[in-house]
């Protein structure tokens, strides 16, 4: 080796990198979960709507009383609201980040050290073993048998052999072997850095919820525009002077705006970040929590999702001779032991007998099984005990017998010299002879069972998909009471055929020797028939499957790779966890919808009120100040609690048509009962508009509050607490007269009054019924 290579083969030196990190050549990227302070202010601050609130606002200060401004305080409470609780999920996020996030390994000063992703510089030596990600571009310098996946990056399914020399991209992962290798592009320059530049960190491929909002706010903003002029030239028309033409129709629009709509969507999910991260569950895509909570098919892998990720040896059964010293030198031969061979080594209590090794294969999910050639000792394999024992051999059965009771079975053989030189080609199966079966026990969860009862309870089909012997994996299952685990399918005799494999994955429920490829058919299959499906899993071979799944969840101690691809990552490594999730998911989808209905419901009513004024040519029968009350207390402060309380209902599809299958008949009832009864007290010449707008208040109030109340169903103690709270504090503003006189409400005219509250109670009756029928019709 000439002191070049020996120099480079030590990595940096402490001054090399120190001078990289003053010259800015580090990786230091944004994480994915988290945008800056200054981008949180400028998304809930320059919005369009308060924009329009603030214009709003201004006019009415030149032309109006300032208490007719008080709803532009909307601006401030929902932007400082939205900041605080934004700012909340920051710092969770960020905190669980650098907790979950996977260290590097690379060699300074002839040492391998670990640190976080942003500390690597220019020129590291980076440290590679399988299940690693790749988080910067280099050339590979070192190779033992390394494969690299880049379907993430290429679509190509093959892993693909490295040698010094070729090219490694940040976002591939290791699948077999290590190696190591010289960054070089860094930060923004790394490939995967400039592919997250480009892609919105904040979104799922599918979320009915903000896609149905997003519908909802353009249709708003469509009607707005002539709604508003329309008002505007009906107002300077009827009303006595420019400045009450002004202030009236500062009032119809301002209402029409569904200025909250967006702020407790954003509150929703932020306080479910929040929630979450109590439970040590990192949410990487903010909408994660959405996704679960739509999920009907769960699809798990057994090793680290029912069963801890560790296992012991149990008892090793000699075929032929000793081999606890081949063992041995199998352990030692390995520089980056799985999970099993870690176990081996752990459980084995013989020395490393020194031999030297000739050549190795390490392990592959694909091939199942690694070995090594030692000189003068000959070429071993130890891998699954049936992909290395045929169909006829007769310690096949001793295998399965021991795989039936939930136990781990592994095969060592002896294979010829040589046979290493093509692995990929190897038949091992065919030419080998059996030395011993290596027992391994795994260590179930405790808290698994129960998860699994929910998830039933709840109607969400589990799917246990593992690489592992379909017979050991079903009787993992039947210990834990999964359905359908008494018939196990092994994945080998799986149909290409999207369909047909997706008629097999109906009618079953544990899959053995299942191939990473085939995890990833498994869950478009399952799509293919309208299922939204979550994948969990913690090793290499579960990283594509999660990646095209509705949802990816990621044990906290899994492969870097698999977290660096799931939305949600489970750090306390608990299974447990995850009804917690679906739970969270629930909440916010329900507590939405009800969030929506109401905020629509007043969108809808104030068009109508609008329409109606422009068409009729009348005063509008509200100032700003009553809009901001009845709004208040009839949306504003109960939206907030509904949008935070509990919430269990299943999720289901229809977000869009549901909200406007109430809200629209909802508004309609409000807008036409209100002015229906303003109409009326507009006949009697004697009363004041001041009166003739309380009459209208009370009748708009008392719909709003019928509104609520329906919204509110299913009743409880707090629900039903909100709603008379509500009410309890507008008859409190009736009866306080400085509070009475603040708002400009005059109830003088008992008939007009009474005459509008009987109109307003009919439009609720009315709405009642509809909105039965509706749900009648529906079930149907």
């Not at 969770?92 to 300074?108: I, K």
């Not at 079903?474 to 399918?489: K, Q």
């Not at 053995?512 to 969990?536: C, D, E, I, N, Y």
């Not at 044990?555 to 490594?573: E, F, H, P, W, Y």
Request: net charge negative; with cysteine; proline share 4%.
């Amino acid at each position: 080796m000439t002191d070049v290579q020996a120099a480079a083969a030590r990595g940096l030196t402490a001054a090399e990198v120190r001078e990289r990190v003053a010259a800015g050549q580090t990786n230091d990227v944004p994480r994915r979960t988290s945008r800056s302070a200054a981008d949180i202010v400028r998304a809930n601050v320059l919005t369009r709507f308060n924009a329009l609130i603030g214009s709003l606002w201004v006019l009415v200060m030149i032309f109006g009383a300032w208490q007719d401004g008080l709803f532009g305080g909307i601006i401030v409470a929902n932007a400082a609201i939205g900041v605080i609780q934004e700012l909340r999920a920051k710092r969770t996020l960020d905190r669980l980040a650098v907790v979950g996030e996977t260290p590097v390994r690379v060699r300074r000063d002839g040492e391998v050290r670990e640190l976080e992703q942003r500390e690597v510089v220019l020129g590291d030596l980076v440290v590679l073993g399988t299940g690693d990600k790749i988080v910067v571009d280099g050339a590979v310098t070192g190779s033992q048998g390394l494969e690299v996946d880049e379907s993430l990056l290429t679509g190509e399914a093959d892993p693909v052999h490295k040698r010094p020399g070729d090219a490694v991209q940040s976002g591939s992962f290791v699948v077999a072997g290590n190696g190591t290798f010289t960054a070089e592009k860094v930060g923004g320059d790394a490939y995967a850095a400039r592919l997250v530049e480009e892609a919105s960190r904040f979104s799922l491929t599918h979320s009915e919820l903000m896609t149905g909002i997003n519908v909802f706010l353009k249709y708003v903003t469509w009607l707005i525009v002539p709604t508003a002029i329309l008002l505007f030239v009906s107002q300077v028309t009827s009303s006595e002077s420019f400045a009450e033409a002004v202030v009236g129709a500062v009032a119809g629009v301002a209402t029409m705006v569904p200025e909250g709509l967006v702020l407790m969507t954003s509150i929703a999910f932020a306080v479910g970040v929040v929630r979450l991260g109590r439970r040590q569950a990192l949410v990487q895509e903010l909408p994660a929590i959405e996704g679960l909570a739509r999920v009907d098919v769960l699809c798990v892998d057994k090793t680290g999702t029912l069963t801890e990720p560790g296992m012991d040896l149990d008892e090793i059964v000699e075929l032929g001779g000793p081999v606890r010293p081949v063992l041995a030198a199998l352990v030692a031969a390995d520089p980056d032991p799985n999970p099993t061979m870690a176990a081996v080594k752990e459980g084995l209590e013989d020395p490393d007998p020194g031999w030297k090794v000739a050549a190795a294969v390490p392990f592959s999910s694909a091939r199942k099984w690694s070995g090594a050639e030692f000189a003068g000792e000959g070429a071993w394999v130890i891998g699954a005990a049936d992909m290395l024992l045929g169909r006829d051999d007769p310690h096949r059965l001793r295998a399965e017998e021991l795989g039936s009771t939930g136990l781990r079975v592994l095969c060592l053989a002896r294979v010829p010299d040589g046979a290493f030189a093509d692995p990929d080609s190897l038949d091992v199966a065919a030419d080998n002879e059996a030395a011993a079966l290596v027992v391994l026990r795994q260590r179930l969860r405790p808290e698994t069972s129960d998860t699994l009862r929910y998830f039933e309870e709840q109607g969400v089909a589990v799917k246990v998909i593992s690489g592992d012997n379909p017979v050991s994996v079903g009787a993992i299952a039947r210990s834990l009471d999964l359905p359908g685990a008494d018939h196990p399918v092994d994945a080998r005799t799986l149909p290409d055929d999207v369909e047909e494999m997706a008629e097999v994955m109906e009618g079953n429920s544990v899959f053995g020797r299942v191939s990473p490829q085939q995890k990833r058919a498994m869950v478009k299959a399952l799509q293919s028939r309208g299922h939204t499906v979550a994948m969990t899993g913690d090793g290499v071979n579960d990283v594509l499957a999660l990646k095209d799944a509705d949802l990816g969840v990621s044990m906290g101690s899994g492969s870097g790779a698999t977290r660096a691809v799931a939305q949600i990552v489970l750090l306390d490594n608990s299974f447990a966890t995850l009804p917690f999730v679906v739970a969270e998911g629930r909440r916010v989808l329900g507590n939405i919808e009800r969030v929506a209905n109401l905020f629509l419901t007043k969108t809808v009513y104030s068009i109508i009120l609008a329409l109606l004024v422009g068409l009729i040519h009348v005063r509008f029968p509200f100032l700003p100040r009553h809009l901001t009350l009845i709004s208040a207390l009839t949306i504003g402060i109960p939206a907030f609690f509904l949008a935070l309380a509990p919430n269990l209902e299943r999720a289901r599809s229809g977000f869009v048509s549901r909200v406007l299958r109430f809200a629209v008949p909802a508004g309609i009832a409000c807008g036409v009962a209100t002015f229906a009864g303003y109409l009326l007290a507009r006949e009697n010449r004697a009363s004041l508009f001041e009166e003739d707008s309380s009459t209208a208040t009370l009748a708009l109030f008392f719909l709003a509050v019928w509104v609520l109340a329906l919204i509110a169903r299913p009743y409880n103690w707090w629900r039903l607490g909100l709603v008379l709270a509500m009410a309890g504090a507008f008859l409190v503003v009736l009866a306080v007269p400085w509070t009475r006189e603040f708002f400009a409400l005059r109830p003088d005219n008992l008939h007009n009054d009474l005459t509008a509250l009987v109109i307003a109670a009919v439009g609720g009756v009315l709405l009642t019924l509809v909105l039965r029928w509706d749900h009648w019709s529906s079930r149907r």
